[in-house]
């Protein structure tokens, strides 16, 4: 590639492209294209251009196009969910290099995305798509109740419902978010609810159609309601008893949707009759997952990522450790932290390597909490699952989260 590369990146208000990447990348002319409002700090080499949304690929496409009227833009880099049909988008208008619209859609759409998994024949919950929340209830009659109800796009657990019943329903739609609902200019996937086991996610780094690498990971317990708890998961070492049947289907899911290169974050529950695919992004987990693989398997998906998006090969020398590594997102509540345990006195706690803290006495925690919403991040090593049970145990003793209004 040549070193006169301009490269676009697009990031929302919350989140953005490690930054160490871009201060790595002394050889490329970058512009972030910014959602207004947004809090992150660039380097003064990074060109910064605020819009709206990045959600929306025809202002995204007239922001680049009025870019390039100026320097051609090379290549466009999508680290956000909600911002990777947009990515898409521009480079299947403008013939950029990189996934194209249909492919992002594949892998950002859910709707479409479970499509292309049930034509390949791949273990999936019944779905339907609905064109409002009203019409919830008609796809539940498919996918019998209960039911999950989410927007085909999103992330982070953001708009996901249980629903139980048709009484369900109606009380979310006539209560305080029904107006939300019904406003929205989304279509809904509605799906089986399953009844899992443990619920799984894989992490790959996909090149030239191949899986060359693949971590998976057990989660505590099941992600989908886990907002004030101690969720997180645990990469698994390759003698448990899940790892090839997770990475098999990992790499089925993979070859199914027809990614060339790139970074993948898969999630899929185990069931008494098998595992099943639940969603898979194109780009790298979040919630301390990639700090967790490179602590464990020393491999960067970040930099993967980041290189499979400017067109080239990732440089990846994967390590096999035994034993396991957990990640943990502290549990938080909305309002005004007021006591809150400190890194020093975590790390305290047996197993620890390393902890993180990103909220603090004094910050005010919004009520809008995600399945991302965490206080910090604390890793820690077991021999086992067992041992690893103890640990978990032991640090939820230690911490302390007080909450005022």
């Not at 919350?14 to 490329?28: E, G, I, M, T, Y």
């Not at 380097?43 to 196009?65: F, H, K, M, N």
């Not at 529950?269 to 695919?277: E, L, M, W």
Request: charged share 20%; glycine share 8%.
């Amino acid at each position: 590639m040549p070193k006169t590369s301009h490269v676009v990146v697009l990031a929302t208000k919350r989140r953005a492209l490690p930054l160490r990447l871009l201060q790595k990348s002394s050889d490329l002319r970058i512009t972030v294209i910014v959602e207004q409002g947004h809090a992150h700090v660039f380097s003064p080499s990074v060109t910064v251009q605020e819009i709206a949304t990045v959600r929306d690929p025809g202002l995204v496409l007239e922001t680049v196009l009025e870019l390039s009227r100026k320097d051609p833009v090379d290549h466009i880099v999508s680290p956000v969910e909600l911002a990777i049909p947009s990515a898409g988008y521009v480079r299947s208008t403008l013939g950029i290099p990189g996934d194209s619209y249909d492919l992002s859609l594949t892998f950002s759409n859910k709707f479409v995305m479970k499509q292309r998994l049930a034509a390949a024949g791949l273990p999936i919950a019944a779905f339907r798509q609905v064109m409002k929340a009203d019409d919830i209830p008609d796809a539940a009659a498919h996918t019998g109740w209960p039911c999950v109800s989410k927007p085909v796009f999103g992330g982070g657990c953001m708009g996901v419902t249980v629903l139980d019943s048709s009484e369900d329903h109606a009380q979310l739609v006539s209560g305080r978010t029904g107006e939300e609902i019904r406003s929205s200019t989304i279509p809904f996937i509605v799906e089986q609810f399953i009844e899992m086991d443990h619920e799984y996610h894989c992490d790959a780094v996909v090149r030239d159609g191949k899986v060359v690498f693949a971590a998976p990971s057990r989660y505590f317990s099941p992600i989908l309601g886990q907002i004030d708890t101690f969720s997180g998961s645990y990469l698994l070492p390759q003698d448990h008893e899940d790892f090839t049947p997770v990475t098999d289907l990992n790499a089925e899911v993979i070859s199914a949707l027809g990614l060339t290169n790139g970074v993948t974050h898969l999630e899929l529950f185990k069931t008494g009759s098998g595992f099943v695919v639940g969603e898979i992004a194109c780009r790298p987990g979040g919630g301390g997952i990639a700090e967790a693989v490179e602590r464990h398997h020393g491999v960067d998906l970040w930099d993967a990522f980041w290189e499979a998006s400017l067109g080239r090969a990732p440089e990846i020398a994967p390590r096999s450790p035994k034993g396991i590594l957990a990640t943990v997102m502290l549990p938080t509540r909305p309002g005004v932290i007021t006591k809150l345990s400190t890194e020093a006195e975590l790390a305290t706690c047996p197993g620890v390597v390393a902890v993180k803290m990103s909220m603090s006495v004094g910050d005010v925690v919004p009520p809008d909490l995600t399945s991302a919403t965490t206080t910090g991040l604390v890793f820690f090593t077991a021999r086992d699952e067992a041992e690893m049970d103890r640990r978990l145990n032991e640090l939820s003793d230690a911490y302390v989260l007080e909450v005022g209004v």
